[in-house]
């Protein structure tokens, strides 16, 4: 085993040069393997205490050991140097925050509704509701719960229930943070939610945001104008360690909450990527004695035996300060007092009885069927698939109305009234009148102040999966073609969605890049990987003057690597060098034999790290003297001492 370098007395930890990375469990606990496997420590103290220190420069891999795809390593993470912040670099809090403006993350207004006012009175969750306004009980005596996991098919009124709860909350006094996940297929944009918490927070109270930023500095990356394409983005090699953005988020909900209250609230994280899935374990394992209140929420029928959220909620509900709130179906009787709600009118007892058979306590498919009944009862049978009854909506529309419509559904279940307008291409007055229509028929609705929603995510579903597929493709398209001009704030993640669902492959490739480097600064690396390896896959199909093979490999394993799987990054490397072989360039082979020295040393393969350093010596001449033969020189000092042998 390796030495262990002395760390002073303060409890700083200092790893000897071949020390494993640290790790972020479900729970948010944080361990650091030895490599005998067993922990060197865990523990709960503050984590900007906890640091690593080589070279006079601040080191910590953060990484997580979950992958629903594949198995992870307990190998060693090559640390990529994290200078400490330098004031001057966010001196103009107040210029960044005049920057803000109303535009989106990733089609999430900046400036909107924490959740969506709702017409009909709550019915039936009472307890529920009580359950969480408990959270904010001023006399909890400690280690009692401060966070709610809130759990339901769709449908079942999880929304519903958080908009009262968000209500309630800000009759009191508290202060609500609310964020939204969206579905992006395998890649997300990295903490979506947080962008639109903060970014809410920072148009309602620029002020306080401005002392937040210059307390905890990372929290300027998360703000919305840092994370679309022509923002005040940060060079990819200008990198934020996990530890020091979740230590920062941790600190700023601390600060809010000193002189009242704050409730975090997260909705539909069952499509949360996996950054923002660990930053939320870390805080619900974290805030212990801070006014700061944390729910949650996510689709249980989503979580199919592989979904990655099934362990994660697990290990949350483990935590002593974690509820976990499941919402059941409503009983006859509720559903009853729905109907009646929503249908102050005459109704027969028959059409009441008919609406509680087909709706199966489910307070969504409730309201359809209502509205299905107040246009002439169209429905004498239950459908044979749910789309039927929600397309029926659609039906009512005028022909613009529809169009609109199908053209939101392709952007997600938001959208921003500039996006919208410049996809659509209709005449303002034309765009105005179908979004009344729209608006009218509960299809969309108002999201702040320059934005549009479905009122229900399965709207926006049924409404896409109702397309032809030559008309998602076109307007897939037609949003690539948008989100590429300057004056459109989408994100690069948006822009690789839409250009890979459109086949426009080197347009997708050139954004799945851009999302990669972009997650890499923002300290997450697990979705740069999972953009960098969409670029891999893409990259065969492009010409070759494109191409830049050996470093898309180099990137990729960098952040796998980052991202906790060692040997995912060390096959890739291997892989790259196999299959490019006698066509690299030699310099473009010493890096990636590089690249593959640092995975083996990280995963104590070290005589095979030293036969990889020693043929990539060989390809850089000695003279002149250059960067990479110093980097290649180090690192066969390294590998060599690891087999405890001498170099010249």
Known sequence: MRPRSPGPSTGEYRPARSHRPASLTGSGQLTSPTRDGRPDFRTDR????????????KYLTLASRRDTRRDNSNGRASRTPIEPHDPDRLSSFTALMR??????????????????????????????????????????????????????????????????????????????????????????LPYLPFSEAFGRLAIDQPDVVTDLLA?????????????RMGGATEPPDDRLDRIELFD????????????????????????????????????????????????????????????????????????????????????????????????????????????VDRAEGNAFFTEELVAATEHGGAYESVPAELADLLLVRLDRLSSQGRQVVQVAAVAGRRVTHE??????????????????????????????????????????????????????????????????????????????????????????????????????????????????????????????????????VRVTADAAAAAGHQFRAVSLVRDALSEFGPRLAPADRAELLYSLATGLLNVDIDDEALVASTEALGLVPPEPDSALRIRLATMHANAAMALGRDVE
Request: proline share 6%; net charge negative; with cysteine.
């Open 215 to 227: 307390k905890y500095p990372p929290i300027a990356r998360l703000l919305p104008q840092h994370r």
């Open 99 to 188: 920057g803000i403006d109303d535009r989106t993350v990733s089609g999430c207004a900046a400036r909107m509704d924490g959740m969506p006012r709702p017409s009909t009175p709550l019915v039936g969750r009472d307890t529920e509701l009580a359950a969480l306004l408990r959270l904010l009980d001023t006399g909890r005596s400690a280690g009692h719960p401060n966070a709610s996991v809130v759990s339901g098919d769709a449908g079942v009124g999880k929304t519903r229930l958080l908009s009262e709860f968000v209500e309630a909350a800000n009759e009191r006094g508290v202060l609500t943070l609310v964020g939204h996940c969206l579905d992006f297929g395998d890649a997300g």
């Open 46 to 57: 503050p984590i900007d205490a906890i640091y690593a220190e080589q070279d006079a420069r």
């Open 248 to 355: 920062a988020v941790l600190g700023a909900l601390t600060e809010l909450a000193r002189d009242r209250w704050v409730a975090l609230v997260i909705e539909d994280v069952h499509w949360a990527e996996q950054a923002t899935r660990d930053l939320l374990g870390f805080l619900l394992a974290r805030i212990f004695d801070a006014r700061v209140v944390l729910v949650i929420s996510y689709r249980s029928d989503d979580l199919h035996r592989r979904h990655p959220l099934r362990r994660t909620v697990a290990e949350w509900a483990r935590l002593p300060t974690v509820d976990r709130l499941p919402l059941s179906p409503l009983p006859a009787r509720e559903i009853r007092e729905l109907v009646r709600a929503l249908h102050p009118g005459p109704i027969s007892e028959d059409e009441i009885q008919r609406i």
């Open 419 to 552: 996006l919208l307008a410049a996809v659509a291409d209709l005449p303002d007055g034309e765009l105005d009148a179908a979004l009344r229509d729209a608006i009218d028929e509960h299809i969309l609705e108002p999201r702040g102040d320059d934005g549009y929603g479905f009122r229900h995510a399965l709207l926006a579903e049924a409404v896409y999966d109702d397309l032809l597929p030559g008309e998602r493709v076109r307007l897939h398209a037609a949003y690539a073609r948008t989100l590429t001009k300057d004056d459109i704030g989408g994100t690069a993640a948006e822009l690789a969605r839409h250009a890979r669902e459109s086949h426009d492959l080197p347009l997708a490739f050139e954004a799945s890049v851009r999302a990669g480097d972009e997650a890499m600064t923002v300290a997450a690396p697990q979705d740069a990987m999972r953009y960098y390896e969409s670029a891999l896959e893409l990259q065969p199909n492009l010409p070759t003057a494109v191409r830049d093979e050996a470093a898309l």
